[in-house]
């Protein structure tokens, strides 16, 4: 079992940054794929970024490409986001989301066991 909590979203503007992070529970984190998706008005939840277990994997989608940066810390049992040139269209509440022994990337939502409650983040133009 895994307890995921999201943190760092806000208000920034157009071409700031901000850095999430999605702290989890348990001692078997460390064989956890972790994932970001994120949610905007009237929208489906959509993938955004994973990395694979080790940390040495990971995947985005064209949107963030060279933008964002997905990275782990297991000592610390915590994902980290790291979004630049962040745009209006990045405005969406974020998630992370976990499971265990991933051997390929998973973009759809329900591929993941566990979720975090969200951290809302706003672009203003």
């Known amino acids: 079992q895994v307890q995921l909590v999201e943190s760092g979203g806000g208000l920034v503007q157009a071409g700031g940054s901000l850095r999430l992070s999605c702290a989890a529970s348990g001692r078997t984190f460390s064989s956890y794929t972790v994932a970001w998706f994120r949610q905007g008005p009237g929208k489906e939840r959509e993938f955004v970024a994973d990395i694979s277990w080790s940390g040495g994997n990971t995947y985005y989608t064209d949107s963030v490409k060279g933008r964002f940066t997905i990275s782990r810390d297991n000592a610390k049992n915590t994902v980290y986001l790291q979004m630049n040139s962040l745009k209006p269209e990045d405005t969406a509440v974020y998630y992370c989301?976990?499971?265990?022994?991933?051997?390929?990337?998973?973009?759809?939502?329900?591929?993941?066991?566990?979720w975090g409650q969200g951290t809302q983040v706003t672009v203003s133009s």
């Open positions: 989301a976990a499971v265990r022994f991933a051997t390929e990337v998973v973009v759809t939502p329900r591929g993941y066991d566990y």
